[in-house]
């Protein structure tokens, strides 16, 4: 196929995930915009141009370098990991100044102020909530600790980095920006051809991703707390709850016309919709990198036993930046941090869930994909049908369930409450928990040994 196509098989193939480093590289050809009936940024392409640039950065296109490639040319002194990507230190801990406001251990927004504190970079690019019921988070610059501090906390709802992107290009400085793993895959790439962005962007800092969310979501969790989307103003998806395990956080929306009226959902409550791929984009079906495996620094939450009980959260983190390196260090001596090594081994385990769907169930759709005979972006893992009937089984149920979310959400959407959407989904939640449930008792009599999975998770080639 002409390279200047990939793009376009992206977009109509419906692998957008609406990065917008494509509208960066092509602004005359491309724009990238919230598409309402699915509630995800898009690519709008005008017809008739070539698009060699924009093939070239589009994170999902097969002309964009991979992770592995961009990783080795980045990183060539850190320790190789085909899992992990490569890294320089993995520790798990938190930053006593800010594990409280954020959504773990609070090491991003510790990191993003203190490049600010001490000179590193003149400005930081990262993701703010907003009372607009059309656009709940956004990506914004901010130049002081207090608004980094305001930006603190992950959100799962859809963001686009064009107008952020504009902004560096347009005003001379040093940049650090958060994001997902494929939005760091587009912007290296992007700064590949990109020589003024290259210069300005001086850290790139990762958040481990599990999945992508629709705007949907957001407001399906509204109406979950009793509330009317289009009278709700700020949102959080990760209030801490002190009274329960790290992981028993809570979804909070204020109401915009009584704004002392904040109604709340516990995670023990919608936790499942994770596994389940509520409102997931297409995109993350077919997406290999969990690490963000081309950003400079990355953090997650610290899923393992031992870091669970403490309810204010730690951060499990991967470095690769020599200079980083000496802030931590130095950070952990004089208490701003309280740091401590890990294996290799923690870090995969503490994703075991995200690794098992993108490097195991992954290779299964892909199969699908060729046998349907439908175009597929290139992964770094092979098409395989080696895979129990079950496990076979739970991967159609969750894409079954997937698509249906997004079906059933547009027939509530003109109606209040959420029974018109759960009514839709009983079959398929019900298929979906039937076969978790086999799955499970099955895994009660022989559990998989941890290094049987890491085997699995390993990069084996191309798909084709
Ligand atoms: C869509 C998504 C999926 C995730 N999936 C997983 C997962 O499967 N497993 C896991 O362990 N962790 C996952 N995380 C990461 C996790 O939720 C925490 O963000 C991470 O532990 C860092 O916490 P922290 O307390 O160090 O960060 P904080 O101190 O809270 O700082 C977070 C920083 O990231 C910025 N930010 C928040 N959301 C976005 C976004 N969407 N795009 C770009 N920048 C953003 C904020 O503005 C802030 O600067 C996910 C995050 C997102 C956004
Ligand atoms: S570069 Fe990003 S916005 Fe453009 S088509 Fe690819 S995924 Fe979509
Ligand atoms: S799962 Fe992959 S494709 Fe989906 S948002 Fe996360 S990094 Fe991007």
Same mark, same amino acid.
Request: with cysteine.
């Given at each position: 196929?002409?390279k200047?196509?990939q793009i376009?098989?992206? /977009?109509n193939g419906?692998?957008c995930?609406?990065?917008g480093?494509?509208?960066?590289?092509?602004?005359?050809?491309?724009?990238v915009?919230m598409?309402s009936g699915?509630?995800?940024?898009?690519?709008?392409?005008?017809?008739?141009v070539?698009?060699?640039? $924009?093939s070239k950065?589009?994170?999902?296109s097969?002309?964009?370098s991979?992770?592995t490639l961009?990783? *080795?040319d980045l990183?060539?002194?850190?320790t190789p990991s085909?899992i992990?990507?490569?890294?320089?230190s993995?520790n798990?801990?938190?930053?006593v100044e800010?594990?409280?406001?954020?959504?773990?251990?609070?090491?991003?927004?510790?990191?993003l102020?203190k490049?600010?504190?001490?000179?590193?970079? !003149?400005?930081v690019?990262?993701v @703010?909530?907003?009372?607009?019921p !059309?656009?709940?988070?956004?990506y914004?610059?901010?130049s002081?600790s207090?608004d980094?501090?305001?930006c603190?906390?992950?959100?799962? #709802?859809?963001?686009?980095m064009t107008?952020?992107?504009?902004?560096?290009?347009q005003?001379?400085?040093?940049y650090?920006?958060?994001g997902?793993?494929?939005f760091?895959k $587009? &912007?290296?790439?992007?700064?590949?051809? !990109?020589?003024?962005?290259?210069? *300005?962007i001086?850290f790139?800092?990762?958040?481990?991703?599990?999945q992508?969310?629709?705007?949907?979501?957001?407001?399906?969790?509204i109406?979950?707390?009793?509330?009317?989307?289009?009278?709700t103003?700020? /949102?959080?998806?990760?209030?801490k709850?002190?009274?329960?395990k790290?992981?028993?956080?809570?979804?909070?929306?204020q109401d915009l016309?009584?704004?002392?009226?904040v109604?709340r959902?516990?995670n023990?409550?919608?936790?499942?919709?994770? +596994?389940m791929? #509520?409102?997931?984009?297409l995109a993350?079906d077919?997406?290999d990198?969990v690490?963000a495996?081309? +950003?400079d620094?990355?953090a997650? !939450?610290?899923?393992?036993?031992k870091? %669970?009980?403490?309810?204010r959260?730690?951060?499990?983190v991967?470095?690769?930046h020599?200079e980083?390196?000496g802030? %931590?260090d130095k950070?952990?001596?004089?208490?701003?941090?309280v740091? @401590?090594k890990?294996?290799?081994?923690?870090?995969?385990?503490s994703?075991?869930?995200?690794l098992?769907?993108?490097?195991i169930?992954l290779? #299964?759709? &892909?199969?699908?994909?060729a046998r349907n005979?439908?175009?597929?972006p290139?992964k770094?893992v092979?098409?395989?049908?080696?895979?129990?009937?079950?496990f076979?089984?739970i991967?159609?149920a969750?894409?079954?369930?997937?698509?249906?979310?997004f079906?059933?959400y547009?027939?509530?959407?003109?109606h209040?409450? /959420?029974e018109?959407?759960?009514?839709?989904?009983?079959?398929p939640?019900?298929?979906f928990?039937?076969?978790?449930?086999i799955? +499970?008792?099955?895994?009660?009599?022989?559990q998989p040994?941890m290094?049987e999975l890491?085997a699995?998770?390993h990069?084996?080639?191309?798909?084709?």
């Amino acid at each position: 196929m002409n390279k200047s196509e990939q793009i376009r098989q992206v /977009v109509n193939g419906g692998y957008c995930i609406g990065c917008g480093a494509c509208a960066v590289a092509q602004p005359e050809s491309i724009q990238v915009k919230m598409d309402s009936g699915i509630g995800l940024y898009q690519a709008q392409i005008s017809d008739g141009v070539e698009l060699d640039k $924009a093939s070239k950065v589009c994170p999902f296109s097969d002309d964009c370098s991979d992770e592995t490639l961009l990783g *080795r040319d980045l990183f060539p002194d850190a320790t190789p990991s085909d899992i992990l990507g490569n890294y320089s230190s993995l520790n798990a801990g938190y930053a006593v100044e800010t594990q409280s406001c954020g959504s773990s251990g609070g090491m991003l927004a510790w990191l993003l102020k203190k490049l600010l504190d001490e000179n590193k970079v !003149d400005a930081v690019i990262c993701v @703010e909530p907003t009372d607009n019921p !059309d656009e709940r988070f956004r990506y914004t610059v901010v130049s002081s600790s207090s608004d980094v501090l305001r930006c603190a906390k992950s959100a799962y #709802y859809p963001v686009t980095m064009t107008h952020v992107l504009e902004h560096v290009r347009q005003n001379e400085g040093r940049y650090a920006i958060t994001g997902i793993p494929c939005f760091h895959k $587009a &912007l290296r790439a992007l700064r590949r051809i !990109d020589p003024v962005l290259n210069e *300005r962007i001086h850290f790139q800092i990762g958040l481990v991703c599990g999945q992508m969310k629709s705007s949907f979501y957001a407001d399906y969790l509204i109406r979950l707390a009793g509330l009317d989307p289009a009278h709700t103003g700020r /949102v959080c998806f990760r209030e801490k709850n002190l009274e329960g395990k790290a992981n028993h956080y809570f979804f909070t929306a204020q109401d915009l016309d009584d704004k002392e009226n904040v109604q709340r959902v516990s995670n023990q409550f919608i936790g499942s919709n994770w +596994a389940m791929g #509520y409102f997931k984009p297409l995109a993350c079906d077919f997406c290999d990198d969990v690490f963000a495996e081309t +950003a400079d620094f990355v953090a997650m !939450d610290a899923w393992l036993p031992k870091y %669970l009980d403490d309810s204010r959260g730690y951060s499990l983190v991967i470095n690769r930046h020599p200079e980083l390196q000496g802030i %931590l260090d130095k950070s952990s001596r004089n208490g701003e941090l309280v740091l @401590e090594k890990i294996p290799e081994m923690d870090l995969i385990a503490s994703q075991k869930g995200g690794l098992n769907h993108r490097r195991i169930g992954l290779r #299964y759709r &892909l199969f699908l994909k060729a046998r349907n005979k439908e175009w597929v972006p290139t992964k770094r893992v092979s098409s395989s049908d080696d895979h129990t009937f079950l496990f076979k089984g739970i991967q159609h149920a969750r894409q079954w369930m997937r698509r249906k979310t997004f079906e059933a959400y547009l027939s509530q959407r003109g109606h209040s409450g /959420v029974e018109i959407f759960n009514r839709k989904l009983k079959v398929p939640l019900l298929v979906f928990r039937v076969l978790n449930r086999i799955s +499970a008792s099955d895994r009660l009599g022989e559990q998989p040994k941890m290094e049987e999975l890491i085997a699995k998770y390993h990069l084996n080639g191309r798909n084709r």
